[in-house]
């Protein structure tokens, strides 16, 4: 299965997630971490990112930041792809450290920022890299140290955490702390890794007798996300909206789609661009639609009144189904 796109706005909540290849060690001693701490500092102060939680293990990390002015990618290239020469140079070694891409995660910030700063806060103390509450307070490899204020780091938005527990930083910490501490035994919480609200709903789901399709609306979930339902579908309309303006900057017209079309199809503009029911205008105009709207962003309203046809048919041909056999045919002529 392909891989699915990122996800990405300004002001998104991200929880990154980062592996060593075949599950290596991407953290051999303190200058592979601080080298790597100095290039988080760096690419997220670049880039305009607020980062509320991160920890460093031996083999993986896990980051929970805010993307500002950059979008996400090129913040973590300038740190994993940095980090990966000097990794290789330290160590003399050579290929690959990180094991294919990272993965991020769509946040839903008001329902899960706190939780996901503790569950990532906790990785050394539940990997058994500290033995205790007390010495994960000084480890420097993650920012719980820098939120109880045994480690300055300026570029942690330690205060931005502290706010959400009390109105003064003594007393937001003090609450930290016991909030921490109320989750120290939770243990590995799967379901805040993406698609935790259908894993949490996993018993309704299951629910003998439940009628197939049955409040389906309510099921919206995506691996990529971790909120609610509602959020989930406003990230994914966000999501569809940016690539079909991204589409739309190729320039492609209608005409120049229609005229591929007709070359291909050997079908008249008449023909195309009217309710001609012959089976070949019906399958020229359904994958004139589909690679209008998939390929170059246009909505169905807007191909329908190039076409002379229904709104609604055009709109439900765009975005239903899989690409027709002539449509791929089409697709691979066409201006990248």
Same mark, same amino acid.
């Given at each position: 299965?392909?891989?699915?796109?990122?996800?990405?706005?300004?002001?998104?909540?991200?929880?990154?997630?980062?592996? =060593?290849?075949?599950?290596?060690? %991407?953290?051999?001693?303190p200058s592979d971490s601080d080298?790597? %701490?100095?290039?988080?500092?760096?690419?997220?102060?670049?880039? =305009?990112?607020? +980062?509320?939680?991160?920890?460093?293990?031996?083999?993986?990390?896990?980051?929970?930041?805010?993307?500002?002015?950059?979008?996400?990618?090129?913040?973590?290239?300038?740190?994993?792809?940095?980090?990966?020469?000097?990794?290789?140079?330290?160590?003399?070694?050579?290929?690959?450290?990180?094991?294919?891409?990272?993965?991020?995660?769509?946040?839903?910030?008001?329902?899960?920022?706190?939780?996901?700063?503790?569950?990532?806060?906790?990785?050394?103390?539940? !990997?058994? %890299?500290?033995?205790?509450?007390?010495?994960?307070?000084?480890?420097?490899?993650?920012?719980?140290?820098?939120?109880?204020?045994?480690?300055?780091?300026?570029?942690?938005?330690?205060?931005?955490?502290?706010?959400?527990?009390? &109105?003064?930083?003594?007393?937001?910490?003090?609450?930290? +702390?016991?909030?921490?501490?109320?989750?120290?035994?939770?243990?590995?919480?799967?379901?805040? +890794?993406?698609?935790?609200?259908?894993?949490?709903?996993?018993?309704?789901?299951?629910?003998?007798?439940?009628?197939?399709g049955e409040e389906e609306d309510?099921?919206?979930?995506?691996?990529?996300?971790?909120?609610?339902?509602?959020? +989930?579908?406003? %990230?994914? !309309?966000?999501?569809?909206?940016?690539?079909?303006?991204?589409?739309?900057?190729?320039?492609?017209?209608?005409?120049?789609?229609?005229?591929?079309?007709?070359?291909?199809?050997?079908?008249?503009?008449?023909?195309?661009?009217?309710?001609?029911?012959?089976?070949?205008?019906? !399958?020229?105009?359904?994958?004139?639609?589909?690679?209008?709207?998939?390929?170059?962003?246009?909505? =169905?309203? !807007?191909?329908?009144?190039?076409?002379?046809?229904?709104?609604?048919?055009?709109? &439900?041909?765009?975005?239903e189904g899989e690409l027709s056999?002539?449509?791929?045919?089409?697709?691979?002529?066409?201006? &990248?």
């Amino acid at each position: 299965m392909p891989r699915q796109a990122r996800l990405d706005a300004p002001g998104t909540l991200h929880h990154v997630i980062a592996r =060593g290849i075949e599950r290596r060690a %991407i953290f051999l001693g303190p200058s592979d971490s601080d080298d790597f %701490i100095a290039r988080l500092e760096a690419a997220v102060t670049w880039g =305009g990112a607020a +980062v509320f939680a991160w920890a460093l293990l031996p083999n993986h990390l896990h980051l929970l930041l805010r993307t500002g002015e950059a979008s996400l990618p090129p913040v973590m290239r300038r740190v994993m792809t940095g980090y990966a020469v000097s990794f290789n140079l330290r160590h003399k070694r050579h290929g690959h450290v990180f094991q294919n891409r990272y993965r991020s995660i769509v946040c839903e910030e008001e329902s899960y920022l706190l939780e996901l700063v503790r569950y990532i806060h906790l990785n050394p103390l539940r !990997a058994g %890299i500290v033995k205790s509450l007390e010495e994960l307070e000084t480890f420097p490899y993650s920012g719980h140290s820098a939120l109880v204020g045994r480690i300055e780091r300026p570029w942690q938005e330690t205060g931005a955490v502290l706010a959400r527990f009390g &109105r003064s930083t003594d007393q937001g910490r003090q609450d930290y +702390v016991e909030f921490v501490r109320e989750g120290a035994n939770q243990g590995n919480r799967p379901e805040l +890794v993406g698609g935790g609200w259908r894993r949490s709903s996993g018993a309704w789901l299951e629910r003998p007798g439940r009628r197939r399709g049955e409040e389906e609306d309510a099921l919206a979930y995506d691996e990529r996300v971790l909120g609610s339902s509602d959020f +989930v579908k406003d %990230i994914l !309309a966000e999501a569809e909206w940016e690539r079909r303006q991204a589409l739309r900057k190729t320039g492609v017209r209608l005409a120049d789609l229609a005229e591929r079309v007709l070359s291909v199809t050997g079908l008249s503009e008449q023909e195309l661009r009217s309710g001609v029911k012959r089976p070949a205008a019906v !399958a020229a105009r359904r994958a004139f639609t589909q690679l209008a709207v998939r390929e170059y962003g246009y909505c =169905g309203a !807007a191909v329908a009144r190039y076409l002379g046809v229904v709104a609604s048919t055009a709109q &439900r041909q765009g975005i239903e189904g899989e690409l027709s056999p002539l449509a791929e045919r089409i697709r691979k002529e066409l201006p &990248r």
